[in-house]
């Protein structure tokens, strides 16, 4: 009868027998696979209640995860031209263009600049921390090549990008490019600059706010390299203090020593 159910030969005895369980085989076997194996399902899922849990919990961090990628990213500095490097276009020549960056952030921020072309192209700085609100002018430096191809001289495209990232610091500090390699997962693009051409002989308000970043650029390193104003009384070599105290009793010891030439 067993045979006719399509149940194996007498070897599931033995291993029924090999359990040492107190009641035989009996009805439909089917039936018994199936109970049998709902329970251990049972036993399994009471023995391990969280596993349905953390699936959901991962698949829901997932989701997040996905979610906060396609939000866009918070910028910390403000561009001026937002995303464009304007140069002279001057062929066989250096030429220069300016950005003003400014740190909108509630934090002291890194920035860095980054180029396709390195050999032919630099800034100036490279990169710098700046405090909340503050601002500075980079300028950047390009050699602009002869046209190819017998292009017309405006109708050149510079495959040459730039490109500024940001990273946040804790406070003020000695700026290092090094900051940006240890600190990888949280440094920030804030954006791909092009390059634009501008005839020199033609006059456009491009061209003009170039000259003027420019000139204000050029002014700002010239008043760093003025030593700063101090105030306070001067020191010369050691110990020897000059200020207008002693300069007032030179001055009384002088007249002193003339009153006393003029009463001999």
Known sequence: ???ETGQKPPSDGKVWGFFKLPFRQTGNSNSVTSSSASSASNLHTQSQPHVEGSNYQGS?????????????????????????????????????????????????????????????????????????????????FKFVEQPENNEKPMEQKSRVKFKIMS????????????????????????????????????????????????ADADAAVEARKKPPEDAGPRIIGEGLVIDEWKERRERYLARQQVEGVDSA
Request: include cysteine; charged fraction near 25%.
């Open 60 to 140: 829901a961090n997932s989701v997040s995860s996905v979610a906060k990628s396609l939000l866009p990213t918070r910028r910390r500095l403000k561009l001026d031209p937002a995303n464009k490097l304007y140069f002279p276009y001057e062929p066989g020549k250096q030429v220069r263009s300016a950005v003003r960056i400014k740190n909108t952030s509630k934090s002291y921020t890194a920035f860095k600049f980054q180029t396709t072309a390195p050999k032919s192209c630099f800034m100036c700085p490279p990169g710098a921390i700046l405090a909340p609100g503050e601002s500075i002018i980079a300028t950047v």
């Open 167 to 214: 990273l946040k610091v804790k406070g003020p500090m000695d700026y290092v490019p090094e900051l940006f390699d240890e600190q990888k997962d949280h440094v920030a693009i804030e954006q791909i600059l092009r390059v634009v051409f501008l005839d020199p002989k033609r006059p456009c308000p491009a061209l003009e706010k170039l000259k003027r970043q420019l």
């Open 1 to 3: 009868m067993e045979l």
